[in-house]
């Protein structure tokens, strides 16, 4: 299956990093889009460091990013254009500590922890719906095959993984962000694309958390079903 993602950076990442549209109908994107946080992993409870920052400095940056965004939709209100709903909002965190993912793990794996997080979050059977997106943040040397720093051709990725039958209930299918461990892949995925330098929160060495998150989402509202 073929996954939509955020390209390496390039000597123009602002140019590289542009939404395009898939050509989805309105009536295909998501009108009341909700995320879920997956932190995906026993290391995020635990905890770890990597190049002098720490894995809960990087879970800050993520959270309020996000909160930016539901504070003020104004980049994500370009999508309209496109007939879907823009201002989102969040749903919850979970820290999945009863399995690791492996490093360089393939659509198959991730599809299971993303049904595993929406029968956690409550997304299946009645209460099922599309709008409810899982955004699986992945920790340190725990990253898909997809991503740069396994060789593979992006950043992060979006895609619908499948409806799953479990004997707790029927899940999906649920849109997803795969969200490797960005600080992996430092010098090609938008590293310090707006910051030259690295400050105490994180801004520069986090700047492309901000960049994949933002490009995955904004694609993922007009196109969570890849038509």
């Known amino acids: 299956m073929v996954s939509a993602g955020l390209a390496l950076s390039t000597a123009t990442p602002a140019f590289a990093a542009n939404v395009t549209c898939h050509g989805a109908p309105g009536a295909t994107g998501l009108s009341a889009p909700k995320i879920f946080i997956d932190w995906w992993g026993p290391e995020w409870q635990t905890g770890f460091s990597t190049n002098g920052y720490s894995s809960a400095q990087y ?3 993520l959270r309020d990013f996000l909160n930016a965004l539901v504070a003020d939709p104004t980049y994500l209100g370009l999508m309209g254009q496109y007939g879907v709903g823009t201002t989102i909002s969040l749903g919850g965190e979970w820290t999945d500590t009863s399995n690791d993912p492996a490093n360089n793990f393939n659509f198959s794996q ?9 029968l956690h979050f409550g997304d299946f059977g009645a209460n099922y719906t599309p709008n409810d997106i899982i955004l699986v943040a992945l920790p ?10 396994n060789g593979g051709p992006a950043c992060a990725y979006h895609n619908l993984a499948p409806g799953l039958v479990t004997s707790s209930g029927i899940t999906g299918p649920t849109p997803f962000i795969d969200l490797d461990y960005q600080p992996d892949a430092l010098g090609s995925c938008y590293g310090n694309a707006t910051n030259a330098f690295n ?28 038509s």
Do not use: K, M
């Open 140 to 149: 340190s040397g725990h990253d898909s095959n997809q991503f740069a720093a």
């Open 199 to 226: 400050d105490a929160f994180g801004h520069g060495i986090f700047d492309n958390v901000s960049t994949a998150t933002g490009h995955e989402l904004a694609e993922l509202l007009t196109d969570y079903d890849g």
């Open 110 to 118: 991730i599809s299971g922890e993303v049904a595993a997080a929406a």
């Open 59 to 61: 879970q800050t940056y």
